[in-house]
T-cell receptor, first 112, second 118 residues
Framework: DQQVKQNSPSLSVQEGRISILNCDYTNSMFDYFLWYKKYPAEGPTFLISISSIKDKNEDGRFTVFLNKSAKHLSLHIVPSQPGDSAVYFCAASPDSNYQLIWGAGTKLIIKP | DTGVSQDPRHKITKRGQNVTFRCDPISEHNRLYWYRQTLGQGPEFLTYFQNEAQLEKSRLLSDRFSAERPKGSFSTLEIQRTEQGDSAMYLC????????????????FGAGTRLSVL
C-alpha cells in the first residue's frame, strides 16, 4: 500500500518555464511534508517543507502548495534552470511519528 | 563538519557473506536514520536512533540486519548471510530533534553505500 504517490516518473520542461511536480497521499494523519532533490551518486538533499496548518510555503524559486482536502501537494519551480535537472522526492511524516514515508520520485529534465 | 558521511561507497559481496556499513552523522545531530533504496523507488525506512537508543525498527529489518549506535555518534548497519535481494543503496540520514513539537524532521542524507550481492 503506497501511502505517498508520485504518478509522473519523469517530466521535461523548457529552461525558464515553470516546473510543476505533483504528489498525492492517502494517510490523513500526515502532518508534515517535505521535498527532496537527488542527483546521481548523491544522497537526497532537502529542498522545502510544509506543515499541515499551512497551504503554501515559498523559498526563492521553490513554492510548495498543500491541498489537504484533496490530499495533494505540488512543488513549483520558477524559473526552471538546467541545474534543477534531478530526481525529486516527496516525503511525508505521520502525526507524532518521525518516520518519513517517501514517494517513488519524479525525474525532472530541464531542456536548454 | 562536511555533512553525513558513509563508508564504503560501494560494496560487492558474495551471497552468504556478512557486510557492515558505517555512518557518521552531522556532529550535533542526535537522531540517525537508516533507509534502503532500490532502483525506481523512494527510500524505505529501516530504523532510527535517538542518541544511542534504537527507537523504531521497520518490518523490513529482518533478523539478519542489525544496527548499532554505541556512543550516540557514528552508527553501523550489519547484514548477515547476505542474499541477492539485499542488493540496494543503503542511505543514512541525521537530524536534530529539539523537543516534541519543535522537531521539523529535516533529515540530512549521506551519499549512501551501494551494495551488490552476487
Amino acid at each position: 500500500d503506497q501511502q505517498v504517490k508520485q504518478n509522473s516518473p519523469s517530466l521535461s520542461v523548457q529552461e525558464g518555464r515553470i516546473s510543476i511536480l505533483n504528489c498525492d497521499y492517502t494517510n490523513s494523519m500526515f502532518d508534515y511534508f517535505l521535498w527532496y532533490k537527488k542527483y546521481p551518486a548523491e544522497g537526497p538533499t532537502f529542498l522545502i517543507s510544509i506543515s499541515s496548518i499551512k497551504d503554501k510555503n515559498e523559498d526563492g524559486r521553490f513554492t510548495v502548495f498543500l491541498n489537504k482536502s484533496a490530499k495533494h501537494l505540488s512543488l513549483h519551480i520558477v524559473p526552471s534552470q538546467p541545474g534543477d535537472s534531478a530526481v525529486y522526492f516527496c516525503a511525508a511524516s505521520p502525526d507524532s511519528n518521525y518516520q518519513l514515508i517517501w514517494g517513488a520520485g519524479t525525474k525532472l529534465i530541464i531542456k536548454p | 563538519d562536511t555533512g553525513v558521511s558513509q563508508d564504503p561507497r560501494h560494496k560487492i559481496t558474495k551471497r552468504g557473506q556478512n557486510v557492515t556499513f558505517r555512518c557518521d552523522p552531522i556532529s550535533e545531530h542526535n537522531r540517525l536514520y537508516w533507509y534502503r533504496q532500490t532502483l525506481g523507488q523512494g527510500p524505505e525506512f529501516l530504523t532510527y536512533f535517538q542518541n544511542e537508543a534504537q527507537l523504531e525498527k521497520s518490518r523490513l529489518l529482518s533478523d539478519r540486519f542489525s544496527a548499532e549506535r554505541p556512543k550516540g555518534s557514528f552508527s553501523t548497519l550489519e547484514i548477515q548471510r547476505t542474499e541477492q535481494g539485499d542488493s540496494a543503496m543503503y542511505l543514512c540520514a541525521s537530524s536534530l530533534a529539539l523537543s516534541k513539537g519543535l522537531t521539523k524532521n529535516i533529515q540530512y542524507f549521506g551519499a549512501g553505500t551501494r551494495l551488490s550481492v552476487l
